[in-house]
Nanobody, 127 residues
C-alpha cells in the first residue's frame, strides 16, 4: 500500500505563495503519475495539476501561469508551487498517485484513475 503524505499548507494573504509537498512511500518509478486535487467547502473535489514521469505536466486553466508542479525522483516527492494566490484557491489540497501514465487530459482530471490519496492539507487565502 502506497502512502502519500502532504505538507506545506497554511494561511496566506492574497497574492502570496505557498509550496505544497507530497512524499510517497514507494519508489517513484512505479508511480507513473502524481496529481494534486483540491476541495473547497460544499464543492466537489477538483483537479489542479498532474506530473507524469519523466516530465509531462498538465494544469487546470484556473491555475495556469500561477502554479507549478514538479518532482524530485531521488526524494520520491512531488511539489506544487503556488504563486499569486487568490481567495478562491482556498481548499483542502490532496495529493494523488496513479500506477498509470496519465497523459490524456480527460483521464488526468478523473479522480477514479488515481489509485492512492493523501490525507489532505488545508490552504487558506485571505483577502
Amino acid at each position: 500500500q502506497v502512502q502519500l503524505v502532504e505538507s506545506g499548507g497554511g494561511l496566506v494573504q492574497a497574492g502570496g505563495s505557498l509550496r505544497l509537498s507530497c512524499a510517497a512511500s514507494e519508489r517513484a518509478f512505479s508511480l507513473y503519475t502524481m496529481g494534486w486535487f483540491r476541495q473547497a467547502p460544499g464543492k466537489e473535489r477538483e483537479f489542479v495539476a498532474r506530473f507524469a514521469w519523466p516530465s509531462s505536466t498538465y494544469y487546470v486553466d484556473s491555475v495556469k501561469g500561477r502554479f507549478t508542479i514538479s518532482a524530485d525522483t531521488a526524494k520520491n516527492t512531488v511539489y506544487l508551487q503556488m504563486n499569486s494566490l487568490k481567495p478562491e484557491d482556498t481548499a483542502v489540497y490532496y495529493c494523488a498517485a496513479s500506477r498509470q501514465q496519465l497523459l490524456d487530459s480527460r483521464r488526468s482530471r478523473d479522480r477514479s484513475t488515481y489509485d492512492y490519496w493523501g490525507q489532505g492539507t488545508q490552504v487558506t487565502v485571505s483577502s
